[in-house]
């Protein structure tokens, strides 16, 4: 027909096929996405069709499925519900002009009240974080809730473990909540479960990827939360996850890579905030409410003192409207009058964090951000670099923890007012992708452990400026700028 032979008509059903997916990508892509990440999708779709078009597919919705979403608007409600309180704080110290409008814009997004009459120490030693997280579940009465992205029994983490089991024979019920892909793919992962098994705990996986077992989303969709809460008392958050500090990968222990961490420890009625957030990621995995282990926070849990904290709990993932930390973030850049010091393992902002840093240093505020000096995860730390030019060139002094410590600590402060410190990276992937705990804390005395920190960073690091920055190859820089392309693939 029309002297077109198979080959022909082959070729001709080729090139409409490839055009109709060029279209569709360009009608279905852009839709509800950030500009800069809906032309990274179709650049990969458009260079590369058959590996973009499955690579979108697989991954190209950050949403969870429909029955998990629909089940965490109960649980938004949930949170709304039971920590109502909002005005219970402290007034013994007057608030920044600013701050109630951040407390009800995190109130808005979905978050916990801020409540007053807590009281939080902060814990930077790795081991001494593990050993402090031990003694307290030795002291557990009625339960105890464990949730960290990774979990893995090893010398590091043994003596957590057997806290656990004793606990759990002193009649205590201890659930504990693990990601799934990450906990598989880290070292001991079968010993581990096994472990858990054997000592009677109550175990889950977070977001698992069992499509057999009809367990199925975005596979790099990951909750990145680090919680533990004991008896509602007592309650540690931040950036450290239960295993030895190299991660126990080959790679690492050859490079003698070692994370630093940045642990709180809390006690107050914010506690009863960080064991909703457990509560209700337990409801997500096992369809199980835990009523009874809900501790409402009413006027009579406030203990107020000269120096007691108020704290806020703001979760953020996928199952939000809003990305909550973003937001939380970009509202306290904005308002910063005199100081800013951000510690993020990995930075890659977008492009509204991108202004509101370098705008806050043209405003006349110091900025600084501490980063590792060496990375862990090859992407990541090439797009990070990518945004060090523009950074100090705008003012922002960078220091970078020097190797072979791999800066893991997430958080910042604003003047000597607020901190934040949690799981969320100041990164894209923490903003979309990952589910995230960070805490808001209103205390000079919390500000300035912080302060103190944040010296000690300074101490062992090296302060890159920009002259340096510009003797690096050109190789570096090609290398870093395309590994922020792939930055926007989410």
Excluded at 234 to 250: A, C, F, L, T
């Amino acid at each position: 027909m029309f002297g077109i032979n198979a080959a022909g008509w082959v070729l001709i059903f080729g090139v409409l096929i490839d055009f109709l997916v060029r279209v569709t990508a360009i009608i279905v892509v852009p839709r509800n996405r950030r500009p800069a990440t809906a032309v990274a999708w179709l650049m990969a779709i458009f260079f590369l069709p058959y590996v973009g078009v499955l690579t979108f597919l697989l991954i190209g919705s950050y949403k969870l499925p429909k029955k998990r979403r629909d089940k965490q608007q109960a649980i938004n409600q949930f949170i709304l519900e039971t920590t109502e309180g909002i005005d219970l704080v402290t007034k013994n110290h007057a608030w920044p002009p600013w701050l109630e409008s951040v407390v009800e814009l995190n109130r808005n997004l979905g978050a916990m009240p801020l409540v007053g009459g807590n009281n939080a120490s902060l814990i930077g030693d790795y081991a001494l974080s593990i050993e402090a997280m031990a003694a307290d579940v030795a002291k557990a009465r009625r339960y105890v809730h464990v949730e960290f992205y990774i979990m893995s029994y090893d010398t590091a983490s043994e003596v957590f473990f057997e806290a656990l089991g004793a606990a759990v024979k002193r009649g205590v019920t201890v659930r504990v909540l693990l990601d799934h892909i990450a906990s598989i793919r880290s070292p001991h992962h079968r010993r581990t479960v096994k472990k858990l098994t054997e000592l009677g705990v109550q175990w889950s996986f977070m977001l698992p990827v069992q499509p057999l077992r009809g367990k199925y989303q975005r596979p790099d969709l990951r909750n990145h939360r680090k919680l533990l809460i004991i008896d509602g008392k007592i309650g540690y958050m931040g950036s450290q996850n239960m295993i030895d500090r190299s991660y126990n990968k080959r790679g690492n222990v050859r490079r003698g890579l070692q994370w630093q961490d940045l642990m709180t420890r809390l006690d107050g009625p914010i506690v009863a905030g960080l064991n909703a957030i457990f509560i209700t990621d337990w409801y997500s995995e096992t369809n199980e409410l835990l009523m009874r282990e809900t501790d409402p926070i009413t006027p009579d849990v406030i203990e107020e003192a000269p120096d007691s904290l108020d704290c806020q709990v703001v979760p953020s993932g996928p199952g939000f409207e809003g990305e909550n930390n973003l937001r939380l973030f970009l509202a306290l850049l904005y308002y910063a009058q005199t100081r800013i010091i951000v510690t993020s393992p990995y930075f890659v902002p977008d492009e509204a964090m991108l202004y509101a840093i370098t705008t806050a240093t043209q405003r006349g505020v110091e900025v600084e951000l501490f980063v590792s000096e060496i990375g862990d995860q090859g992407l990541v730390y090439h797009a990070q670099r990518s945004y060090y030019e523009a950074l100090l060139r705008a003012g922002v002094r960078i220091y970078m923890y020097q190797a072979p410590y791999i800066l893991h600590a997430k958080h910042f402060t604003i003047d000597d007012d607020v901190a934040v410190i949690g799981s969320s990276n100041m990164d894209m992937r923490s903003f979309s992708l990952n589910m995230e705990v960070s805490l808001m804390v209103r205390g000079r005395s919390f500000v300035s452990e912080m302060r103190e920190i944040e010296d000690g960073y300074r101490k062992v690091s090296r302060e890159l400026t920009l002259e340096d920055w510009l003797t690096q190859p050109l190789r570096s820089t090609i290398l870093d700028n395309l590994a922020r392309l792939t930055s926007a693939l989410q």
